[in-house]
């Protein structure tokens, strides 16, 4: 038998192919044998694609590392367990929109030019169970011009759904980031930190985030966490509470620009 590695399962028959899945993991063999060797496997044409489908996904599995950087301090902040296999499926998902080269040779860099990447990107979650519409349910929009969000003011206790353990202040933060992709670099610039305490009055809330230096792909997130605060000392609560959200993008690799 040999098992599978892509970002994807394979279950039934295919020609004398027989795919399944066990205890979690995906293999293949010839139907009616006990398996395949590795032999075969490197040399059988049929293999061909999911070898290809493989050597791509690495590449993603790679590039991620970079990827996760970008607002390191956030997603420390604010993830779950799926969290970097969930990055690995978005950049696969970019990848896939590489036309220009065939299945086994396309780049991220390539699909990072698509005119889709800001519907790909934006709202990707680094903690799926705390998503920015069940913490915030506003229509966040990130205004470029100024570095800001469109919000000007916020009632904490009304505007907020608050965690179930008795957190008393929200904190409210902004990055943006340069990915380089191509080079495996990136470079960010974190806002001041607002915080508020849980009332029920309108407070205005105002960020000032430095520039960046260089701009291929430009993204910004939004942190949400929070904490408790008893006289004196402030404990921010466990990351699963917390939120952090990729709120705009701005792709200064597309041809239209």
């Known amino acids: 038998m040999a098992k599978i590695e892509a970002p994807f399962q394979i279950k039934g028959t295919l020609d004398e192919l027989n795919f399944y899945v066990q205890s979690g993991e995906n293999y293949v063999r010839l139907k009616g044998k006990s398996g395949i060797t590795k032999e075969q496997f490197a040399t059988n044409p049929i293999f061909d694609r999911i070898k290809q489908h493989s050597s791509e996904f690495r590449t993603c599995v790679k590039k991620s590392s970079v990827f996760r950087t970008l607002a390191?301090?956030?997603?420390?902040?604010?993830?779950?367990?799926?969290?970097?296999?969930?990055?690995?499926?978005?950049?696969?998902?970019?990848?896939?929109?590489?036309?220009?080269?065939?299945?086994?040779?396309?780049?991220?860099?390539?699909g990072l030019q698509s005119e889709h990447l800001e519907e790909i990107i934006i709202g990707f979650e680094a903690n799926k169970m705390r998503p920015l519409k069940k913490v915030l349910p506003k229509n966040i929009?990130?205004?470029?011009?100024?570095?800001?969000?469109?919000?000007?003011?916020?009632n904490p206790e009304q505007d907020f759904y608050w965690p179930e353990e008795e957190a008393n202040q929200v904190h409210l933060q902004l990055a943006i980031a340069n990915w380089n992709s191509k080079e495996d670099l990136c470079e960010n610039q974190y806002s001041n930190e607002i915080i508020l305490e849980k009332t029920n009055t309108t407070s205005k809330i105002d960020f000032t985030v430095k520039s960046l230096s260089s701009k291929e792909i430009?993204?910004?997130?939004?942190?949400?966490?929070?904490?408790?605060?008893?006289?004196?000392?402030?404990?921010?609560?466990?990351?699963?509470?917390?939120?952090?959200?990729?709120?705009?993008?701005?792709?200064?690799?597309?041809?239209?620009?």
């Open 141 to 154: 929009l990130f205004i470029w011009e100024q570095n800001k969000l469109n919000l000007q003011e916020i």
């Open 218 to 257: 430009v993204i910004a997130f939004l942190f949400i966490g929070f904490s408790i605060k008893k006289r004196n000392k402030t404990k921010l609560l466990h990351r699963k509470w917390n939120t952090t959200t990729i709120i705009g993008i701005q792709n200064h690799l597309s041809p239209k620009l």
């Open 72 to 110: 390191k301090t956030f997603f420390d902040q604010a993830k779950e367990v799926s969290f970097a296999g969930r990055v690995n499926k978005l950049l696969f998902e970019i990848l896939s929109e590489d036309t220009e080269n065939q299945i086994g040779s396309r780049t991220i860099e390539k």
